[in-house]
């Protein structure tokens, strides 16, 4: 007998929104953190608006929104600005809001969903057991509880204890090195989110939205100090007039450190019953803002699966968070990477690189390519035609259907004349468009698509479903007379 269901090493976003969600489900849960308290000295500012929608689900994106600054262009060089405005969601805009912002609206969620949140205390052992695993703790050098659980989620970011426990190798390599981060009051800067280079350097600027106080990024390579070392106003200074033409002048700089980036990504996300998430399975260059918004989709992802083969259904259920979200890591990776290679090579060969893509932006469509690809709403899980992917803008009778999941369980969404017959096992949902039936899986991507009448979506709900459900759902299919 385990004492939990599920042990997440990490009160990081991933490992918050993956607790929050079990947790909602009705599994007991804990959370192993080694920091005390909510690090206020954040890394993400940039929350994608997929992620908003995630949120959003859930019912934490006002509380978020409330405080972030919306931002719905980012000034390329060139002159260029791609827009974000036009994307078809909720939010069409990167919302510039500290990390944690977001990680303390997700902590009360998973408190509040009853997850145990054990704050202060450090992973320093794991044993695979065959059904289950247990988790050692240590609370400031003294032995901490020891906890079984029947799943393990590493969410335990960038150097994971669990991935190190367990010998994993990460393979990739270092990317970009002393890149100054900066908290910075400064006066001229545009509307919006801004990059700068030129020099064999960059620049980056997002407004906190009081049109004084930035979060900057900036890196030179020429001047590379040990990430120790600590950063001058005047560097940074002198970093913006080498980068930019805007006329941007920096006041203050409030707070500065360098950090180091680096690209790897884990082979396996699933090891027996260990799952990883969030940075503990990628890590990137900041470059792109992606970080952050790719571990809590990994999350979402995650949760119902587990909560699903908790419950009975196949283990193979898990596989498929394997084969959706390791494609989506590696896409991340590289096209942050590009992103990145694009700013930091040298003048030489960079100038002529970055002049293209500057020509490509000018064509609308790539512009628009580029917002969504940024945004989060174009990622799709594989299947044909409209299966995988994200079905938050369809419109149902009682409104979009982003607002009408929040229990986290599968909905038939269905168009007029198109009557699935008794169904116990799924909410139906009247479809207010000339879209076709779709079956919407409880992380809001289309799991099946089709003529509800004929039952069908009941072989695909069966796929990701515990036996119990399977047999109702074949009772129901016979008593339909299907
Ligand atoms: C400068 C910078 C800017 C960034 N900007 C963005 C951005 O704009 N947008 C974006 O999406 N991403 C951004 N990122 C990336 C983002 O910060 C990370 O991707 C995100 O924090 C990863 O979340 P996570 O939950 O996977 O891991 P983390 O946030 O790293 O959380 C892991 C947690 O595990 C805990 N932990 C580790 N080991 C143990 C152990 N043995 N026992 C107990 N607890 C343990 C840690 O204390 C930590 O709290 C940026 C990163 C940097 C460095």
Redo the contacts with the bound molecule.
């Keep these: 007998m385990h004492e939990y269901d599920i042990v997440v090493?990490?009160?990081?976003?991933?490992?918050l929104l993956v607790a929050g969600d079990l947790a909602a489900l009705g599994r007991s849960v804990a959370v192993?953190?080694?920091?005390p308290t909510i690090?206020r000295r954040s890394?993400?500012?940039?929350?994608?608006p997929r992620t908003l929608e995630v949120l959003r689900q859930r019912h934490l994106s006002d509380a978020v929104v409330a405080v972030g600054h919306p931002q719905d262009r980012v000034h390329v060089p060139g002159g260029v600005r791609v827009d974000l405005s036009g994307l078809p969601t909720p939010f069409p805009y990167i919302l510039v809001v500290p990390?944690y912002v977001v990680e303390t609206e997700l902590d009360r969620y998973a408190r509040q969903s009853g997850a145990t949140v054990l704050r202060d205390?450090?992973?320093?052992g794991i044993e695979l057991d065959r059904d289950g695993v247990q988790v050692q703790t240590s609370r400031r050098g003294e032995s901490g509880p020891r906890l079984g659980a029947r799943y393990l989620v590493a969410?335990?970011?960038?150097?994971?204890?669990v991935r190190s426990l367990l010998g994993l190798p990460f393979p990739g390599h270092t990317v970009i090195r002393s890149?100054i981060?900066a908290d910075v009051v400064a006066e001229g800067a545009p509307d919006g989110l801004s990059i700068g280079v030129g020099g064999d350097a960059f620049t980056f600027l997002a407004p906190y939205g009081d049109g004084r106080r930035y979060r900057a990024?900036g890196w030179d390579r020429h001047r590379q100090p040990a990430e120790d070392e600590p950063v001058t106003d005047d560097e940074l200074r002198r970093l913006l007039e080498r980068t930019r033409t805007d006329g941007v002048t920096i006041r203050t700089v409030e707070q500065a450190w360098r950090?180091r980036?680096d690209e790897r990504q884990l082979r396996d996300y699933r090891q027996a019953r260990v799952l990883f998430?969030?940075?503990?399975a990628h890590?990137h260059s900041?470059a792109g803002?992606?970080?952050?918004?790719?571990?809590i989709q990994d999350a979402a992802n995650l949760a119902w699966k587990l909560d699903h083969v908790l419950a009975g259904a196949p283990t193979e259920v898990l596989d498929s968070y394997q084969r959706e979200r390791h494609p989506v890591g590696r896409s991340v990776l590289r096209r942050s990477g590009a992103m990145l290679r694009l700013f930091t090579l040298p003048d030489r060969i960079g100038g002529p690189a970055r002049a293209a893509v500057g020509a490509a932006l000018r064509v609308p469509a790539v512009r628009r390519a580029v917002a969504a690809g940024l945004s989060g709403i174009t990622v799709r899980y594989p299947g044909p035609g409209v299966v995988g992917r994200r079905a938050a803008m369809i419109p149902t009778a009682a409104g979009l259907m982003l607002d009408r999941q929040s229990d986290l369980h599968f909905v038939l969404v269905v168009p007029a004349g198109d009557d699935p017959g008794p169904t116990s096992e799924v909410r139906v949902l009247r479809r207010d468009d000339r879209g076709p039936a779709v079956l919407v899986r409880p992380d809001g991507y289309i799991a099946w698509a089709g003529t509800a009448a004929d039952g069908t979506w009941r072989d695909e709900l069966a796929r990701w479903s515990p036996p119990p459900r399977r047999q109702r759902a074949t009772a129901s299919a016979v008593h339909t007379g299907h």
């Design positions: 090493i990490g009160a990081g976003p991933a490992g192993v953190e080694r920091r690090d890394r993400a500012f940039a929350v994608m990390q205390h450090e992973v320093t969410a335990d970011g960038a150097h994971s204890t890149v981060l990024m950090f980036s998430a969030g940075d503990a890590v900041p803002g992606q970080g952050m918004n790719t571990g």
